[in-house]
T-cell receptor, first 115, second 112 residues
Framework: DAGVTQSPTHLIKTRGQQVTLRCSPK?????VSWYQQALGQGPQFIFQ???????QRGNFPDRFSGHQFPNYSSELNVNALLLGDSALYLC??????????????FGPGTRLTVL | GDSVTQMEGPVTLSEEAFLTINCTYT??????LFWYVQYPGEGLQLLLK?????DKGSNKGFEATYRKETTSFHLEKGSVQVSDSAVYFC???????????FGSGTKLNVKP
């Protein structure tokens, strides 16, 4: 059973550019969340997608946007990159199970470096 | 608001020493609590979880008890190994939400 996969593994961009990161959720999962993990910090929630809609959003500017496809995979787009956007971007997937507590399964992340 | 506070590191121990990493939380709802581990160059892996007060999560010799009265979820292990060297994150999730709040992480170094 494949876990959460992310691509690319590493990415180098320059300030002002745009980037797209991709995530495929674990089999059987239909919800995808994205997190930003700056060096030496804990992950910060960006947003969550379910049924192809953004359901929740953290404290991130509109430069950060996303999309979920019918097969539940997801993309994270960041426009007008800033040096401060350099971080590990983590994707996590989970099932929607009504009436239960559930945890997220994380992918290995995409390391974005903005020069 | 919802947040997690965990002890700052790094924590350096000798092999077979006892480990405690403190974690306290603030939650507007009734949270589930988690410990995640991140090995160098890897993503986060779930270590253990507890979904209600007084539950004890355990895995690979690690334990943590959900203490509602002290809003704490401290991680413990009786005898650490070099292979336990990693960064440990405490996290909470509010019921019916997938959004997680993570602590800043505690780096553990275990020396032979």
């Amino acid at each position: 059973d494949a876990g959460v996969t992310q691509s690319p593994t590493h990415l180098i961009k320059t300030r002002g550019q745009q980037v797209t990161l991709r995530c495929s959720p674990k089999s059987g999962h239909d919800t995808v969340s994205w997190y930003q993990q700056a060096l030496g910090q804990g992950p910060q929630f960006i947003f969550q997608y379910y049924e192809e809609e953004e359901r929740q959003r953290g404290n991130f500017p509109d430069r950060f946007s996303g999309h979920q496809f019918p097969n539940y995979s997801s993309e994270l787009n960041v426009n007008a990159l800033l040096l401060g956007d350099s971080a590990l971007y983590l994707c996590a997937s989970s099932p929607i199970l009504a009436g239960e507590r559930y945890e997220q399964f994380f992918g290995p992340g995409t390391r974005l470096t903005v020069l | 608001g919802d947040s997690v506070t965990q002890m700052e590191g790094p924590v350096t121990l000798s092999e077979e020493a006892f480990l405690t990493i403190n974690c306290t939380y603030t939650a507007t709802g009734y949270p589930s609590l988690f410990w995640y581990v991140q090995y160098p160059g890897e993503g986060l892996q779930l270590l253990l979880k507890a979904t209600k007060a007084d539950d004890k999560g355990s895995n690979k010799g690690f334990e943590a008890t959900y203490r509602k009265e002290t809003t704490s979820f401290h991680l413990e292990k009786g005898s650490v190994q070099v292979s336990d060297s990693a960064v440990y994150f405490c996290a909470l999730s509010i019921y019916n939400f997938n959004k997680f709040y993570f602590g800043s992480g505690t780096k553990l170094n275990v020396k032979p």
